[in-house]
């Protein structure tokens, strides 16, 4: 009876339990309902502990009122593999391995606002079914130098069209419930003394050149999280950087997630308290205490914020902001019911990298025609080059990949054509490493060369592949590359085999532009950025013509380093003096260099050969005048070539006679078409006030000055295929 009695009771309990599910637990209540329920019941304590790591990857919720923690991983061309708890090894497990991903400049090459989104709902998968909550990436830093070892992780040297790409991944990967972490804001161009530069950069510069990328991602992306840069802005570090994190971020832009810290970017508590940063990852030690004894509670907004928050010195509602942030991280992700369960290496997320990868490949040079290869007409084809064999998913720093399978170029072209590829190697570079470099035998190194001389004798096609890595000072977080070359003697290499067979098309990987040298020795050049597990089959089908390439160049390749603008003004403005470095080439970056003094880079920014040709009609105005509408600039574009081909018409504008000195053309809208060989399309273009604006060094905000623009239409900003002028009023 008493027993029956209990039971009763305890159901009545459950019933009356489940009839006040707390607001915080029900998804039924709006975002902010949630988050202030549960910020009222949490204490002091358990508000600090959202704020800081628990682990190298993870920050805490509140297990006492069944919050989640934030499980997070790099990022952002797949998901890094599982490591220990407390330190940067490996945890060994055997159910991580990823597909990888396209690299984002390679991305940016596609110039198809739809693969983006293709590839964050594909990438987000991954993190979801690895149970992640955060993808540490992307990043839109600009390519300001082609040197920065970093520049493969970004989406080139364009605000807009980095801006305009990364939109549609961080959309989509969020709409699976993984956040995406916008990295590295801002002004992280170089990796060289990343730690410690300071970069003076005039506001006008910022503003046009190294942020609009970001915005588009906050505002347009509604991205849900944001990681804070190393170097220091006005002296202080991004990480902890109140102008830029709650001036620029949070109050002008509106931004309502939580910024997480690089790892090891925070080095202050009040600056960090006060500063903007919501949550504090991979803290380095004091100095004083080591490094096994370092533990969480002693990072810089743990134990030492709690205790300015005690006593009084920061207010609460400091404290209560940041943890906000936290836990609307939270209830969008780890906690969200409508997030994805995932999968990992599904044939739709290779189908993805291959697409993608298929698309960013840029064909720069085909005399004669000579691609798509007809591999009919060679007997003995010679593959030379390490990058037909290397994975090139290794190495790089954090978003290095532990993938299941990755196709390497030699692999795949064997597949197709298996007796007549014969490989030599060429040239050595070593392992993958972070830190430093492998020396190379120099008697290796002339073996490796013999050979490939010796078969390139028998040889009546060589496809040379090669290019950069990512070891240490190629492409490579923590490093910049030591010079604009190829490196390990491939320019020697190329020019060598190039002597013995006419017949040689160099295909190259990288996240950079570098020098050609070889360039008119060789029949063909093909540039293919870091195409993730699916290299070699993406490779093969654009070589094969079975893919007819699209890709245009997100970054210009120079003739020679000097050529790029912050040649002209020394070590202050590249790599920096005294941890000080000077943007002193300001907004002329990038083609609005090349452009406006006339300088003929080698390959153009968007720059992109077709096995096709397109022509482009003339272009059309719906009015010469513009007050607060917009007027439609139209265009038909036809594919004059037997194939089926896909062409990016590029948008610039310059005004005439601005008041104070603009680039004569910027890049302003694109689109990309798909066209049967003999059809015709015609694009439209709006072209409305936002796109004619500059930020004013006198007013310190965006103008718009009435008088003359133009309008190019472009097939790469080196080749004005239409031009239209309009009137401002
Ligand atoms: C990198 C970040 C990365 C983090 C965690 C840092 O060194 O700069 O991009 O997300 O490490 O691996």
């Not at 990857?57 to 220990?84: K, Y």
């Not at 801002?186 to 003076?200: G, M, P, S, W, Y």
């Not at 010796?454 to 590359?481: H, P, T, V, W, Y």
Request: charged share 25%; with cysteine.
């Amino acid at each position: 009876m008493k027993r029956l009695k209990m039971m009763a009771m305890a159901l009545m309990m459950g019933a009356s339990a489940l009839a006040q599910v707390p607001a915080y637990l029900d998804d039924s209540q709006p975002l902010e309902v949630r988050v202030q329920d549960a910020l009222s019941r949490m204490t002091t304590h358990e508000k600090i502990q959202l704020l800081h790591a628990q682990s190298k990857f993870t920050s805490a919720g509140v297990p006492r009122l069944g919050i989640r923690q934030l499980n997070m991983d790099d990022g952002p061309h797949g998901v890094r593999e599982e490591l220990e708890w407390n330190t940067w090894k490996p945890a060994r497990w055997t159910n991580d391995s990823v597909v990888a991903f396209p690299s984002l400049t390679c991305l940016a090459a596609t110039w198809n606002p739809e693969l983006s989104a293709v590839y964050g709902n594909a990438v987000s998968e991954e993190f979801a079914f690895r149970g992640k909550d955060v993808m540490l990436g992307p990043g839109v830093n600009m390519a300001r130098t082609p040197l920065n070892g970093r520049n493969f992780e970004y989406m080139g040297e364009d605000p807009y069209l980095a801006g305009h790409m990364i939109v549609p991944y961080i959309r989509s990967a969020q709409a699976n419930g993984v956040a995406c972490c916008l990295k590295h804001f801002a002004l992280n161009n170089q990796e060289i003394d990343r730690f410690a530069v300071n970069v003076n950069v005039d506001e006008r510069t910022l503003h046009e050149i190294y942020l609009p990328a970001f915005k588009a991602a906050v505002q347009e992306g509604g991205v849900w999280t944001v990681m804070p840069s190393y170097p220091l802005w006005n002296g202080i570090h991004c990480c902890q950087n109140d102008s830029l994190l709650n001036g620029i971020l949070k109050r002008d832009w509106g931004f309502d997630g939580a910024t997480i810290s690089d790892w090891g970017g925070t080095t202050d508590t009040w600056q960090a308290a006060t500063g903007g940063l919501d949550i504090e990852m991979g803290t380095f030690t004091d100095g004083k205490v080591k490094e096994a004894e370092f533990g969480y509670d002693d990072y810089y907004l743990a134990d030492k914020f709690e205790k300015l928050i005690d006593e009084g010195k920061i207010p609460m509602s400091v404290l209560d902001d940041k943890a906000t942030r936290v836990l609307r991280t939270i209830f969008r992700t780890s906690m969200n019911r409508q997030k994805v369960i995932g999968s990992l290496c599904s044939e739709a997320h290779y189908d993805a990298c291959l697409r993608i990868g298929e698309e960013g490949i840029v064909l720069l040079k085909n005399a004669e025609d000579m691609l798509p290869l007809d591999f009919n007409r060679y007997e003995r084809i010679l593959v030379v080059g390490e990058n037909a064999v290397r994975s090139l998913t290794k190495g790089g720093g954090s978003s290095e990949l532990k993938t299941l399978h990755d196709w390497s170029p030699l692999e795949s072209l064997q597949k197709r054509f298996g007796a007549k590829i014969d490989y030599a190697q060429g040239y050595s570079s070593g392992r993958a490493m972070y830190d430093k470099v492998d020396p190379v035998d120099p008697a290796l190194s002339r073996q490796l060369k013999a050979e490939a001389l010796e078969k390139a004798r028998q040889a009546d096609l060589i496809l040379f592949i090669g290019g950069m890595n990512k070891n240490c000072r190629q492409d490579c977080e923590n490093s910049d590359r030591e010079n604009y070359h190829l490196s390990f003697g491939q320019d020697e290499l190329i020019q060598e085999l190039a002597a013995i067979q006419k017949n040689i098309i160099v295909c190259t990987f990288g996240g950079n532009a570098f020098a050609t040298p070889w360039i008119d020795e060789v029949k063909g050049f093909v540039h293919a950025w870091y195409l993730g597990s699916m290299a070699g089959e993406a490779l093969v089908r654009v070589l094969d013509g079975t893919v007819n390439p699209s890709g245009k160049l997100p970054v210009t390749f120079a003739r020679r380093l000097e050529d790029y603008p912050f040649m002209e003004y020394g070590a202050e403005a590249y790599p920096g003096v005294n941890k000080q470095v000077y943007y002193k080439e300001g907004i002329f970056m990038g083609y609005r260099h090349f452009d406006t003094r006339k300088v003929k880079p080698q390959f153009p920014f968007g720059y992109g050969l077709s096995y096709t040709t397109f022509e482009y009609g003339k272009s059309r105005l719906s009015s010469k005048t513009l007050s607060d509408g917009k007027i439609v600039l139209s265009v038909d574009i036809t594919n004059t070539g037997n194939r089926a081909g896909k062409e990016t018409v590029q948008l610039y504008i310059g005004q005439r006679k601005p008041s104070e000195v603009r680039p004569v053309k910027e890049l302003k809208a694109f689109e990309k078409v798909e066209l049967q060989p003999g059809e015709t399309r015609t694009v439209e273009f709006s072209i409305d006030r936002s796109m004619l604006s500059f930020f004013s060094a006198k007013s310190h905000d965006w103008v718009v000055e009435p008088g003359r623009f133009d309008a190019y239409v472009c097939a790469s900003s080196a080749d004005v295929r239409g031009q239209a002028d309009f009137r401002v009023e």
